[in-house]
């Protein structure tokens, strides 16, 4: 499925942005679809994922509570809320689609929840949140 991120910006600290994930053509209720971001010189890290089955969500602990994960129905996205943003969320943000019933959380050695990037083979176009003043 080819995914198309969007709603990337300049954002002050503090400020909040909306991010949309859409597949032409393709439900996203068929999936479950999982948020990275990688900023520059860093590896593509996990943000949120959202089940296919339930709509259960799950967030990275440094997004926990000011993020926001959710599918709209009538635009046929899965959008992330971003609140409370910090310089440190700065990154190009991709979204990515995997037709598994569950998220593929694990959890890490120091307790932390995690999702490999290599669980996803679908993959959008990133877009670019900087949050600078």
């Known amino acids: 499925v080819q995914l198309q991120a969007s709603g990337g910006g300049l954002v002050q600290p503090g400020g909040s942005l909306r991010l949309s994930c859409a597949a032409p053509g393709v439900t996203l209720d068929d999936y479950n679809i999982a948020w990275f971001r990688q900023a520059p010189g860093k590896e593509r890290e996990w943000v949120s994922c959202i089940n296919r089955s339930d709509g259960r969500t799950y967030y990275a602990n440094s997004v926990k509570g000011r993020f926001t994960i959710s599918r709209d129905n009538a635009k046929k996205t899965v959008d992330l809320q971003m609140a409370y943003l910090k310089s440190e969320d700065t990154a190009v943000y991709y979204c990515?689609?995997?037709?598994?019933?569950?998220?593929?959380?694990?959890?890490?050695?120091?307790?932390?929840?995690?999702?490999?990037?290599?669980?996803?083979?679908?993959w959008g176009r990133g877009t670019q949140v900087t949050v600078s003043s």
């Open positions: 990515a689609a995997d037709e598994a019933n569950l998220c593929r959380v694990v959890i890490t050695p120091d307790l932390n929840l995690d999702i490999r990037k290599e669980e996803y083979d679908s």
